[in-house]
Every structure is written in structure tokens, then in C-alpha cells.
């Protein structure tokens, strides 16, 4: 079986174990996801080369408690914050190339990106209280739309290297394949699920930065291997490399998508 064949079916599998676990409820994404954030967060330390002990425990800890509805707004908005600024620091690192002079700063900095951020994956679906998977799914197909559209528009018409010193496939006429491909799949969402609870705003929002979104995650992981010096981040996943090859978009995103959606349920 060649490498194309076997990316597509994993790809798929990964795919389809995601939908059903989102469609049959809390009880179920949570502990996939769980699965799939600790694997990702276990690459990502070990690319790193520190410890991820505490980084699981935490992971696990915050799971558990907002599964409950256990941790208060004000905790939920300094995650945020949190997050924010880590992975903003990452983005400036793209552009700025630096090392962070202490290796705890950098630890808590790594904690706030890929603990915190992947935190708010499951603060979009919501707990067992109030979950919106159609709002997760609708997150979920426009990453993956973007994903695809950019690899399969770059592979036959990119010509001009988007961020050549970090990535050097990606291209200028990806990311636009990506993104025009996201406006139509978040078009059709609109047409299709009459019964999606979110307001218009939104999807048009989230067709609109989440190619950026996931265009940043996807540099920043890369950055991250080239420092290590690797292709993949682990070899759980065939034909993608590891979790944390498959989830760098979402992860990244999800605190920014999070906070958009706070934004349009105000104005809204």
C-alpha cells in the first residue's frame, strides 16, 4: 500500500472515530479526546525533551473537572488569557527567531500553548451540562477543509513559498485554495443544518480566520521540528506522523475560536 493510500485511510479513521464521539455526547468525546490530547501532549514534550508528567496530570485534572462543570468563569477566562499569550509568543517566534533564557519560562509557556489551548477544544463542545457538537463538527470540517484544500491547491498550482525558512512546501496559492475552499464548506453548513443554534456571524467568522488559525499551528509545530531536528513528531499515526502532527491546527485554534465565539454571542 503506498503512502498516499494509507494517510487517506488513517486520515478517515481518525476522522470518523472524531464525528461519532462528538455526535453520541460528552460521555464519549471526552475520553477520545482525552486519549488524543495526552498522546499529542506526550510528542510534544518529548520533542522537547522535557518532562510531561505534570503536563498529563493537568490534562487529566482539566478534563475531569469541567466534564463536571467544576471550574469557575474567572478560571476559564485567565486559561484563556493564558493561552493567548503563549501561543501568540510562539507566532511572534515564527517571525523573530529566539530562545527563551530560562527553561522553566519556556516550560510554563509550552504548558500555556499546549496544555491550556487544547483545554478549549472542550470548552467549545461544552460538558455534560451544555455540549454543541454541530458547533464542534462545523470547527472540526472547516480545519479539515482548510487542511486539504491548501495541500491539494499548493501541490498542483503553489508557486510562491509562504514561509520558506520554516516550511518550505507551504505556499501563498495554498493557503488561498484553503481558504476559498473554507468559505464554501462554511457556506454550505449554513444552507444545509437549519438547525445550527449559532448565529451566521459566526460560521462566516470561523470561514474567515480559521485558514489563518490552522496556517499557524501547522508553522509553529513545524518550527518546532526543525529546532528538534525531526520529520514527525511521533509515529502513532501512519501516514501523518503523531497526534500532535494531526492536532497541531486545532490546538492552536481553539482559544482564538473560543474567544470569537464569546464575541458573537455578545453582539449577537
Same mark, same amino acid.
Given at each position: ?7 487517506? +485511510? ?5 476522522? $470518523? ?8 455526547? *460528552?460521555? /464519549?468525546?471526552? *475520553? ?14 518529548? $520533542? ?22 467544576? =471550574? %469557575? ?10 493561552? $493567548? ?6 507566532? /511572534?517566534?515564527?517571525?523573530? *527567531? ?26 467549545? /463542545? ?13 470547527? +472540526? ?42 468559505? =464554501? ?5 449554513? $444552507? ?23 496556517? +499557524? ?20 499515526? %501512519? ?12 490546538? /492552536?485554534?481553539?482559544?482564538?475560536? +473560543? ?10
Amino acid at each position: 500500500m503506498n503512502d498516499l493510500k494509507i494517510r487517506l +485511510y488513517s486520515g478517515i479513521l481518525y476522522a $470518523l472515530v472524531l464525528v461519532l464521539a462528538i455526535t453520541w455526547g *460528552p460521555l /464519549y468525546f471526552y *475520553p477520545v479526546l482525552f486519549i488524543f490530547s495526552a498522546l499529542a501532549t506526550v510528542e510534544f514534550y518529548r $520533542l522537547n525533551q522535557f518532562s510531561f508528567t505534570l503536563p498529563l496530570l493537568l490534562v487529566l485534572g482539566i478534563y475531569v473537572a469541567h466534564y463536571n462543570a467544576l =471550574i %469557575p468563569y474567572q478560571w476559564i477566562l485567565f486559561f484563556l488569557a493564558f493561552s $493567548l499569550i503563549s501561543c501568540l509568543l510562539f507566532v /511572534y517566534r515564527l517571525w523573530h *527567531p529566539f530562545k527563551f533564557n530560562y527553561e522553566a519560562i519556556h516550560q510554563l509557556i509550552a504548558m500555556g500553548y499546549i496544555v491550556f489551548s487544547g483545554f478549549f477544544i472542550i470548552a467549545i /463542545y461544552g460538558n455534560q451540562s451544555h455540549f454543541y457538537p454541530q458547533l464542534m463538527l462545523l470547527v +472540526y470540517l472547516l480545519i479539515w477543509v482548510n487542511n486539504s484544500g491548501a495541500y491539494f491547491v499548493g501541490s498542483l498550482w503553489g508557486k510562491t513559498p509562504l514561509f520558506p525558512s520554516i516550511s518550505p512546501n507551504k505556499s501563498w496559492e495554498g493557503f488561498w485554495g484553503g481558504q476559498f475552499f473554507c468559505l =464554501i464548506a462554511g457556506g454550505a453548513f449554513y $444552507l444545509l443544518d437549519s438547525s445550527f443554534s449559532h448565529s451566521p456571524l459566526l460560521i462566516l467568522c470561523l470561514s474567515i480566520l480559521i485558514p489563518s488559525l490552522a496556517t +499557524y499551528g501547522d508553522l509553529i509545530q513545524s518550527q518546532f521540528k526543525r529546532i528538534a531536528g525531526v520529520k514527525d513528531s511521533g509515529r502513532l499515526f %501512519p501516514g501523518h506522523g503523531g497526534f500532535y502532527d494531526r492536532m497541531d491546527s486545532i490546538i /492552536y485554534a481553539a482559544p482564538f475560536i +473560543y474567544l470569537l465565539i464569546q464575541i458573537t454571542r455578545y453582539v449577537s
